[in-house]
């Protein structure tokens, strides 16, 4: 279980978080959404610990992932908001490098790389050289890379930016698949798609969570409508 507990952080006088807390059990696909400049990519670099918080805690299994930030990282898959991949590289080549560099033993990442090119529609472009690939498809490879290892904590940020009509209507089966095993957090603006299968969606504003809206039972056009209006600020959202 991850848990964000009274996140804060500022840079320099303008406040980004303050009191940021939720909880992402296995299971769960939690999707932050808020404006731009609310904090969502801060708050994903602060739980994959890449930002530190001026105050508060993250905890994976009740325990601060700051007393042993190295030990909490192999359990987490992370794709950042920009994507930053090896040009020169196969997308092939590029995820078996990334498993080995993860520590992954070698007679699992042939296996790893299957699934997780399979459920990301890799298979037909594994060959190819990142520089030629789309947006798109880079997308792909750094999500492929964020899932291969089947981590315990996936962070998402603006997940579904660049990606082509068909991955989007595939990402509730992969991000159902890993589910199974994993806590789900995810960002973006898409509400309308986020909606058909998020589990949760926490709204950012001001500096913090204003609402926490399940989606169980939820009609997806009427979930995204109410998180439309709680990201509005109205009343009864």
């Not at 969502?40 to 994976?60: A, E, P």
């Not at 520089?131 to 498809?137: E, I």
């Not at 913090?208 to 990201?231: F, H, K, M, N, Q």
Request: with cysteine; glycine share 10%; net charge positive.
């Amino acid at each position: 279980m991850l848990e964000a507990r009274d996140i804060a952080f500022a840079y320099g006088d303008v406040s980004i978080l303050r009191g940021v807390s939720f909880v992402a059990s296995p299971g769960e696909i939690v999707s932050v959404v808020g404006a731009n400049g609310a904090g969502k990519t801060t708050l994903m670099r602060i739980l994959s610990t890449l930002t530190t918080s001026d105050s508060g805690s993250v905890l994976l299994d009740g325990k601060d992932i700051a007393a042993k930030p190295l030990v909490y990282r192999r359990h987490v898959g992370y794709l950042p908001e920009r994507i930053a991949l090896y040009e020169d590289m196969s997308a092939r080549d590029y995820l078996v490098y990334r498993a080995k560099l993860k520590g992954e033993p070698s007679k699992r990442i042939r296996r790893r790389l299957s699934e997780a090119s399979d459920m990301c529609g890799l298979s037909p472009i594994l060959g190819r050289r990142i520089c030629g690939l789309s947006a798109g498809q880079k997308k792909r490879v750094a999500l492929a890379d964020a899932i291969m290892l089947r981590p315990r904590i996936l962070l998402l940020d603006d997940l579904l930016s660049g990606l082509d009509v068909d991955m989007r209507k595939s990402m509730g089966e992969i991000l159902s698949a890993m589910a199974a095993f994993a806590s789900v957090v995810a960002t973006g603006h898409e509400i309308s798609d986020m909606a058909k299968w998020t589990t949760r969606f926490l709204v950012l504003r001001g500096g913090t969570i204003s609402a926490a809206i399940p989606a169980a039972g939820a009609d997806a056009s009427a979930l995204a409508a109410r998180v439309e209006s709680a990201l509005s600020g109205e009343a009864g959202a």
